[in-house]
C-alpha cells in the first residue's frame, strides 16, 4: 500500500503538490505517465475513445520529439498534456537548476501551461521549492497502479484500481512498453468498473 497510495509523510514532503482531488464528489482523474511510444499511445487513446473518457498524459518531451504525431494525436483527441522532464530524469543527480532546465527544455515541446509531474514521483525539496517558486503546478498521485511491475500480474494491477479508488484519485497509469501488454487486457475492464462505480472523470485545468 506504500506505493499505491503514499503514505501521508510523503505528501507532507510536498505539501502544495496535488496528491488528491476534492473528496466530496465522485470523480476520478486519470493519467498517464512516460509515453508517447507508438507501441502503448495509441491503443489507450483508442480505448479512452471508446469510452468518451478524457486523461491527463504526462509526456517524457525527448519522447514527444521522436513521435510528434503523438503529441498531436493525444491534443486533438481532448486530452490534457502535462510534463514529464525531457529525458525521465530523477532528482537526486542533479542540481535544481539543472533539474528545472531539463523540465524547460520539455516544455519548449510540450506546452502544457505549467503542469508537472517529477519522475518516480520524487524530487529533492530545493528542486521541488524551485519548481513551485517558477509557477509550476505539481502533480503526483493518490493510486498508483503498478501497472510497469514485472512483479504484479494484469489481475493484481485491476485489483490495485478496485481496492484504491476513492472520490478525487487521481490515478496513474503508463504508456510504456513495461505496461501496455497488461493494459491491453485489464484497462477497458477498469474503466468499465470506474465507470459502473459511477465515477466522473476529469482532467487538470
Same mark, same amino acid.
Given at each position: 500500500?506504500?506505493?499505491?497510495?503514499? =503514505?501521508?509523510?510523503?505528501?507532507?514532503?510536498?505539501?502544495?503538490?496535488?496528491?488528491?482531488?476534492?473528496?466530496?464528489?465522485?470523480?476520478?482523474?486519470?493519467?498517464?505517465?512516460?509515453?508517447?511510444?507508438?507501441?502503448?499511445?495509441?491503443?489507450?487513446?483508442?480505448?479512452?475513445?471508446?469510452?468518451?473518457?478524457? =486523461?491527463?498524459?504526462?509526456?517524457?518531451?525527448?519522447?514527444?520529439?521522436?513521435?510528434?504525431?503523438?503529441?498531436?494525436?493525444?491534443?486533438?483527441?481532448?486530452?490534457?498534456?502535462?510534463?514529464?522532464?525531457?529525458?525521465?530524469?530523477?532528482?537526486?543527480?542533479?542540481? =535544481?537548476?539543472?533539474?528545472?532546465?531539463?523540465?524547460?527544455?520539455?516544455?519548449?515541446?510540450?506546452?502544457?501551461?505549467?503542469?508537472?509531474?517529477?519522475?518516480?514521483?520524487?524530487?529533492?525539496?530545493?528542486?521541488?521549492?524551485?519548481?513551485?517558486?517558477?509557477?509550476?503546478?505539481?502533480?503526483?498521485?493518490?493510486?498508483?497502479?503498478?501497472?510497469?511491475?514485472?512483479?504484479?500480474?494484469?489481475?493484481?494491477?485491476?485489483?490495485?484500481?478496485?481496492?484504491?479508488?476513492?472520490?478525487?484519485?487521481?490515478?496513474?497509469?503508463?504508456?510504456?512498453?513495461?505496461?501496455?501488454?497488461?493494459?491491453?487486457?485489464?484497462?477497458?475492464?477498469?474503466?468499465?468498473?470506474?465507470?459502473?462505480?459511477?465515477?466522473?472523470?476529469?482532467?487538470?485545468?
Amino acid at each position: 500500500m506504500f506505493i499505491e497510495q503514499p =503514505a501521508r509523510w510523503l505528501r507532507w514532503l510536498y505539501p502544495h503538490a496535488l496528491w488528491r482531488m476534492g473528496k466530496g464528489e465522485r470523480v476520478v482523474y486519470l493519467t498517464f505517465d512516460d509515453g508517447p511510444i507508438p507501441e502503448a499511445t495509441p491503443y489507450i487513446l483508442d480505448v479512452l475513445d471508446r469510452f468518451h473518457i478524457k =486523461a491527463t498524459f504526462f509526456m517524457v518531451g525527448d519522447n514527444a520529439s521522436k513521435y510528434p504525431h503523438l503529441l498531436q494525436d493525444v491534443r486533438d483527441r481532448g486530452h490534457r498534456i502535462g510534463n514529464h522532464t525531457f529525458n525521465h530524469i530523477g532528482g537526486l543527480k542533479w542540481s =535544481a537548476w539543472k533539474y528545472l532546465g531539463n523540465v524547460c527544455k520539455a516544455e519548449d515541446v510540450l506546452h502544457t501551461g505549467l503542469l508537472f509531474r517529477p519522475p518516480h514521483g520524487w524530487m529533492g525539496p530545493f528542486q521541488y521549492r524551485i519548481m513551485r517558486a517558477t509557477g509550476w503546478r505539481v502533480v503526483m498521485w493518490d493510486l498508483v497502479t503498478r501497472d510497469y511491475s514485472k512483479h504484479l500480474t494484469d489481475q493484481d494491477v485491476l485489483r490495485n484500481v478496485k481496492r484504491y479508488t476513492r472520490p478525487g484519485s487521481i490515478i496513474t497509469f503508463h504508456d510504456s512498453l513495461k505496461s501496455i501488454e497488461k493494459l491491453k487486457k485489464i484497462l477497458p475492464e477498469a474503466l468499465q468498473w470506474l465507470i459502473d462505480q459511477g465515477y466522473e472523470f476529469r482532467t487538470f485545468d
